[in-house]
């Protein structure tokens, strides 16, 4: 007889991936325990501030001056008051900064995960990311390609709604879209011209994951323009675990949920090359404990699932779960962030734009599509923008208006110029030498921090040079004032898109997970978060994340099912 399990699934985080894992699990009638760092978070209740309004908070919702670097540190710079009361105090989720050159870890402390917080962008990636790597020589093949996936985009997508046009661009597969949203004014007016002047460019809109048809199986209505989406949304609007996956596994009855749960390592049966359970410690009494399961699938985010297998020590592991290739913890990728082009258009189009569309438009990669488009280019890869256009608010506009009575009224009610910025999303290459490792520091739970040790070199600072000189092209060509440009910080973890560290590979000496996401010493263990990704495309990745999770996820209800796990 099989030895007892406390469950048959265990999922280690509860964002955006452990949400796909613990439905899919759950709907399969299997008995999942998902483990989640951070605090209780309820649909709806626990939006504290998503009616909130700025002058309604003290300070208009500003924080004293050093307040939130003190509670956050690194990751201060992103926080607001409508997102903090989703996010991990440093303290309680600490790791060893590099005063040098930190990196911006961006970790939530609630249920949800970034799912709550995220910028909801949901593109599909294409052969050209798949065959990248073996196509140039940095880094592995992937195991994987476009027709592996591609019906669990469709998957996905039909599950948590997704607004886009449909464009037919090779470099950027359709999804399956509901109506998309529309472009503002600013936005037809410089598509028009850059079209025009720029042969296989696009201006077009953002996807996201922001429903425009209501989905009232799911309790959610349409998207109410607000984008107000980092303090959640009761409407259901968005994406997010809290909102849509987690409900539908909670429905089946199987899913046991556990927060303040901090998972430290993995237990290795070596004999039989599985797992067996995973050590687990209560956040607030510390007390510790080992869950048992047959299958664990860790969603922990990029770095906290591969800090749990560089954990995960033992005789038979002594560089950790996954560490016998020597990959575990290397190739760390985040996109390029911060560089940006700005210009004006001065045009009001004698209309004012109603509501606040929850995302910008996009003007998809047009670099190194293929051999013959870009010879000469000093770079390799390439690169997006995503767009943000607006036109001054009222406010702004009745600052600015001299007079008063009806005259003054009449001004504030005149459109006004539109700011058209263009920021540039670049691909990072899989370097060995970028990577996180296990420091000599401890936290509050006697474990290993985690320490980085990245930078952005010369492909991707030519990338960015490139997006600049291209992104003044376009603006000047469409008839844009003011034009000017920056190139940003270029510092890794502002795009908070972290990927790598336990890569998917066919060889199991240059990766440490196979093409269903199990490591390769411990067949029992799906890890389908950031980590696995070989590399990183230079689009949004959470979608790819989702994807994959809902294969992996019904590969092993098929193995479970068979007796094979």
């Known amino acids: 007889m099989a030895e007892s399990q406390d469950f048959d699934v265990i999922v280690v985080g509860s964002g955006a991936t452990g949400g796909w894992a613990a439905k899919e699990m759950c709907e399969a009638g299997f008995k999942v325990l998902v483990l989640?760092?951070?605090?209780?978070?309820t649909h709806r209740e626990s939006y504290e501030n998503e009616f909130v309004d700025p002058w309604d908070r003290p300070f208009a919702g500003q924080s004293k001056s050093g307040e939130l670097e003190k509670l956050y540190g690194p990751a201060s710079y992103m926080m607001g008051f409508r997102n903090k009361t989703f996010m991990a105090k440093f303290?309680?989720?600490?790791?060893?900064?590099?005063?040098?050159?930190?990196?911006?870890?961006?970790?939530?402390g609630a249920v949800g995960g970034k799912s709550l917080i995220w910028g909801r962008q949901v593109y599909r990636w294409s052969d050209l990311d798949f065959e990248a790597n073996k196509r140039d020589g940095h880094g592995i093949d992937w195991p994987i390609r476009y027709k592996d996936i591609e019906p669990w985009y469709s998957y996905v997508e039909k599950y948590i709604g997704v607004q886009g046009s449909y464009e037919n661009l090779p470099q950027l597969p359709d999804s399956e879209f509901m109506p998309a949203m529309e472009l503002n004014h600013a936005e037809k007016f410089?598509?028009?011209r850059i079209e025009r002047n720029f042969e296989g460019r696009n201006l077009i809109i953002g996807r996201s994951a922001n429903i425009t048809e209501a989905m009232p199986d799911q309790d959610r209505t349409n998207c109410q323009y607000r984008n107000q989406c980092v303090g959640g949304c009761s409407f259901g609007g968005y994406y997010s675990s809290v909102g849509v996956t987690l409900p539908a596994a909670e429905k089946t009855g199987n899913m046991t949920l556990r927060p303040h749960a901090v998972v430290a390592s993995l237990e290795y049966d070596a004999d039989n090359k599985r797992v067996t359970g995973v050590r687990v410690f209560d956040a607030n009494t510390k007390k510790e404990e080992i869950i048992s399961a047959r299958v664990v699938f860790l969603c922990a985010s990029t770095v906290a699932s591969t800090q749990v297998l560089m954990n995960s020590i033992s005789e038979a592991t002594p560089k950790g779960l996954g560490g016998a290739s020597g990959a575990?913890?290397?190739y760390l990728m985040d996109h390029t962030w911060g560089t940006r082009i700005q210009g004006t258009v001065k045009e009001s189009f004698g209309k004012i734009q109603r509501g606040r569309r929850p995302t910008g438009s996009y003007i998809p990669r047009f670099r190194n599509i293929s051999a013959q488009d870009d010879d000469g280019l000093d770079f390799i890869r390439g690169y997006n923008f995503q767009v943000d256009s607006t036109t001054e608010g009222w406010a702004g506009r009745a600052s600015n208006t001299p007079g008063f009575g009806a005259d003054f009224k009449n001004g504030v009610n005149t459109p006004g110029d539109w700011t058209f910025t263009l920021y540039g999303f670049a691909e990072c290459l899989p370097y060995h030498e970028n990577k996180v490792e296990l420091s000599n520091k401890k936290d509050q739970f006697?474990?290993?921090m985690i320490k980085f040790d990245i930078e952005f070199k010369d492909n991707e600072f030519k990338m960015a040079r490139d997006m600049?000189?291209?992104g003044e092209k376009m603006l000047n060509s469409a008839g844009l004032e003011n034009v000017k440009s920056k190139l940003g910080e270029m510092r890794p973890g502002l795009g908070i898109h972290e990927m790598g560290t336990a890569r998917m590979g066919n060889d199991p000496k240059e990766s440490v997970l196979n093409k269903w996401n199990q490591v390769h010493e411990a067949p029992n263990v799906f890890v389908t978060d950031g980590a696995c990704m070989t590399s990183i495309s230079c689009v949004n990745p959470t979608l790819t994340f989702m994807a994959i999770t809902a294969r992996a996820a019904n590969y092993a209800i098929e193995q479970l099912k068979s007796g094979k796990l």
């Open 328 to 330: 575990l913890g290397h």
């Open 468 to 470: 600049i000189r291209e």
């Open 190 to 192: 410089v598509k028009k």
């Open 91 to 108: 303290e309680d989720a600490p790791y060893d900064v590099n005063t040098k050159n930190p990196f911006m870890w961006i970790r939530p």
């Open 446 to 448: 006697g474990l290993s």
């Open 36 to 41: 989640e760092r951070g605090k209780p978070t």
